[in-house]
């Protein structure tokens, strides 16, 4: 697809109306690429305000780093992950991921993997899945994948852009192919994304109040 069909895509029409909606989001939170990984694996059926308890747990017990992270007995780092919930599940999991991690040589290791490759072996850690797998690459690695979640279904479903059932690396493909290769556009959108489905398209939409509604479907129902 050409930039100028790109641009004339409602993929794109509604990134525009969002962005002018909600500005500059600065997302994923966290002050290293490490921590923007421990709150993926973490974020997984929790708000994030409870990450953030976790993860401040963690920063309180020592370095926050795979070598660090790995050295805590498991009992200790699941009660540090406690605010998370499902804190046990989690302790095994950042385990398994950190312990992965120091095996492949850490970060700088990692990053001159291509693309598919990092997917590819992010995805066979146990606990692992498409969505933290991508919020790992596009937050942490600035690779250019969209990441789908329960909002991104929501709000475009809505729209009638896509089938909400459909396949996670269907859904993902449909928005890179709609959006270019580029990673600083898909960061800003998913958080648009979010944000926009917290406050507006809800489980109950607040359509009255949407900027969206010249485009979508559900406004007139």
């Known amino acids: 697809m050409s930039k100028a069909a790109r641009d004339r895509s409602p993929f794109h029409q509604v ?28 974020t997984q059926n929790t708000a ?8 401040g747990n963690l920063k309180r017990a020592g370095p926050l780093s795979p ?3 790995v050295n805590i007995p498991q009992a200790d780092l699941a009660e540090l992950l406690r605010p998370s919930g499902y804190f046990n599940v989690k302790a095994q999991r950042l385990l398994n991921f950190c312990g992965w991690m120091l095996e492949q040589g850490g970060k700088r290791v990692l990053r001159r993997w291509t693309t598919e490759t990092l997917r590819d072996r992010l995805l066979a850690i146990k606990g692992i899945g498409p969505e933290t797998a991508d919020d790992i690459l ?21 729209l009638g852009l896509v089938d909400a059932k459909a396949r996670y690396d269907q859904l993902s493909q449909t928005f890179a192919r709609a959006l270019g290769d580029d990673a600083r556009i898909f960061n800003q959108y998913h958080a648009l994304i979010v944000r926009h489905a917290k406050q507006v398209c809800r489980t109950k939409p607040r359509c009255s109040t949407c900027v969206l509604n010249p ?7």
Do not use: K
């Open 15 to 42: 990134y525009r109306v969002l962005n002018t909606e909600y500005g500059p989001q600065h997302w994923w939170p966290g002050d290293t690429p490490f921590e923007i990984m421990i709150g993926a694996i973490l």
């Open 48 to 55: 994030w305000v409870n990450v953030e308890r976790a993860i």
């Open 215 to 221: 485009v979508c479907p559900l406004s007139g129902s």
């Open 67 to 69: 070598q660090a992270i």
């Open 138 to 158: 596009l937050y942490a690695f600035d690779r250019p994948v969209f990441v789908i979640d329960a909002y991104t279904r929501r709000v475009f479903s809505r």
